[in-house]
């Protein structure tokens, strides 16, 4: 689904953002991205967004060469594209429902699809109740609930979250975490950016650790810290 | 993509910024309002000017002792110039005729005979030309020139030279403000949008990252700008037609006439209101909204 080689992404002052980043992420599988601060994560989601350039190496997202896909394909590139963000990213002026109906607006959905399928991703969440409120007058948990229902009202082959549990507490979180992996369960590829440790530990995923912009640990049924292990293996 | 999810994007993004959108409103209606009212202005000045100029007339006064056959010479002279657009002949009775009309019964009663001389009313056809064909009369032996001078020659030279030059300047100053306030307007439309937008242009940065095409982003944003111009510029229009209306009444009940010039009439009194001016000043607006618009987005969809 997701194809690094040899990227190197450098913002303007010799700041690294990705450092000889190599990795594949096949189709229907479920990745943590994990590592400290500034160590490149958010960089790497906004690459295979192509918001962002790589310096030099390969890029493909569902087969397609970012580095030569045209910038009016980019749009389209984002549309089987889901997206959580930290801060949700939901338009203010927009009710629950308006919010979720863009997604499908953007796409050319005729209008008698747009009204079934607003309220069902939104009972699927469970924000039947929240429809008409607008995005202020609800929870930051049930907002990051809109913008799960959003992001994968088109049923995206990819769902990209940069941290969409950062802002929330920790059981909502688990709520949000549920979602990601039914999402995943319907075969859309899940790709999460996190620091939520015990979340990471608990589900046992793939897990691909940064660190100043190299990946210095890919782990198939990883936890959040490499250091688990080596205390497991000392005893 | 629909229209009407656009229009309804539109409508409510001016319903939520009304007091943006009234500035918008405000800021077209206003250099609308000059604009028209300089074109007006200037269209009417243009108007006065033809009529002033179409006035341009010379007196040729004729001796008493002239024949029949010097006046038919003369005559004859003037049909042939060729800046001539026409000729009238005042007889002695006619010239007395007019006197008396314009003073009255008694001071004609206690002439002893009609001083009035004979004359002809020649009207040129360029007011620029006026003094060339005037200067074919100054010696010529049936005009009743006093000798060493030419004072059987008369014509409005000072005066009208003086009003045409005024009305000239008038015009290019009228130019020149239209030029400033058409600036002004393109100048302060593509302002409002560029605040509009600027204070949402995290909505336009969510919009792109859920897939949204540049085109897509825009429409809501170019019928906005697009409804804001025809909006204002209709009301302006519309002012400036009332106002052009009170000047013209204003004008007809008053005393002075202008010189008698018949401007600033509506069409259903002869004047010719620019009717054009209507549709060109809403199209105006309209378009100047959308170029706003669209000039202000340029920033945000680059990529
Ligand atoms: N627009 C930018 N211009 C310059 N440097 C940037 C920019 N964005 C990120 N960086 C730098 O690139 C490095 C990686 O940033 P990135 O945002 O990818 O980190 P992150 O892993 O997402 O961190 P966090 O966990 O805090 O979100 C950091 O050193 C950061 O300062
Ligand atoms: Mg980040």
């Known amino acids: 689904m997701i194809v690094f080689e040899d990227v190197i992404k450098v913002y303007d002052p010799d700041v690294v953002g990705l450092q000889d980043f190599t990795c594949h992420i096949g189709k229907g599988e479920f990745v943590f991205l994990v590592g400290p601060s500034g160590s490149g994560k958010s960089t790497l989601i906004k690459l295979v967004l192509k918001e962002l350039v790589p310096n030099s190496g390969r890029i493909l997202v569902a087969g397609r060469n970012l580095g030569t896909l045209r910038k009016s394909r980019v749009p389209l590139l984002r549309r089987n594209i889901g997206c959580v963000f930290q801060d949700f990213k939901l338009l203010p002026n927009k009710t629950v429902h308006d919010n979720v109906a863009y997604a499908l607006e953007v796409v050319g959905e005729p209008r008698r699809s747009i009204r079934r399928k607003v309220p069902e991703i939104l009972s699927l969440v469970g924000l039947a109740e929240k429809t008409d409120s607008y995005p202020h007058e609800i929870s930051g948990g049930e907002q990051q609930r809109v913008s799960v229902a959003r992001a994968f009202v088109n049923h995206p082959p990819l769902l990209l979250a940069d941290e969409p549990t950062g802002n929330i507490d920790p059981e909502t979180a688990v709520g949000i975490m549920q979602l990601l992996v039914r999402i995943n369960r319907t075969g859309t590829t899940v790709l999460i950016a996190t620091h939520d440790r015990d979340m990471v530990n608990r589900m046992r995923r793939r897990v691909l650790q940064l660190e100043a912009g190299r990946l210095v640990r890919d782990e198939r049924r990883g936890s959040y810290d490499q250091v688990t292990e080596e205390v497991g293996d000392a005893f | ?303």
């Not at chain 2, 897939?211 to 009301?235: H, K, Q």
């Open chain 2, 1 to 303: 993509m629909r229209f009407s999810f656009f229009l309804s994007e539109a409508f409510g993004s001016m319903r939520r910024n009304w007091v943006m959108a009234m500035a918008a409103v405000i800021t077209v209606f206003i250099s609308t309002a000059i604009l028209g009212a300089v074109l007006v202005t200037r269209d009417n000045l243009n108007q006065g000017a033809t009529s002033l100029k179409n006035r341009v007339m010379i007196e040729v006064f004729i001796k008493d002792s002239a024949t029949p056959k010097q006046t038919q010479a003369l005559e004859r002279k003037i049909q042939g110039m060729n800046d001539v657009k026409s000729y009238k002949y005042i007889s002695k009775e006619e010239a007395l005729r007019r006197f008396r009309e314009r003073f009255g019964e008694r001071i004609v009663a206690n002439l002893p005979i009609n001083p009035l001389p004979a004359s002809y009313e020649v009207q040129v056809k360029d007011a620029d030309q006026v003094d060339r064909v005037a200067q074919q009369f100054f010696n010529d032996p049936t005009v009743d020139n006093d000798p060493g001078t030419h004072n059987g020659v008369k014509y409005a030279k000072e005066t009208v030279r003086k009003m045409l030059g005024t009305i000239s300047l008038i015009e290019k100053g009228m130019w020149v403000t239209t030029g400033i306030f058409a600036a002004a307007a393109v100048l302060l439309i593509s302002t409002t949008v560029r605040l509009s937008i600027f204070a949402r242009r995290r909505e336009v940065e969510i919009m792109r990252l859920v897939g949204a095409t540049n085109w897509f982003i825009r429409w809501p944003f170019v019928l906005e700008g697009f409804i804001t111009g025809l909006v204002g510029a209709v009301l302006a229009a519309a002012f400036v037609w009332v106002g052009n209306w009170g000047i013209a009444n204003w004008i007809q009940t008053s005393q002075i006439d202008f010189l008698s010039l018949r401007i600033f009439r509506m069409w259903w009194q002869g004047g010719t209101w620019p009717l054009g001016l209507m549709p060109t000043l809403a199209i105006l607006g309209a378009f100047l909204g959308a170029v706003g618009s669209l000039v202000a987005l340029r920033r945000y969809l680059k990529t």
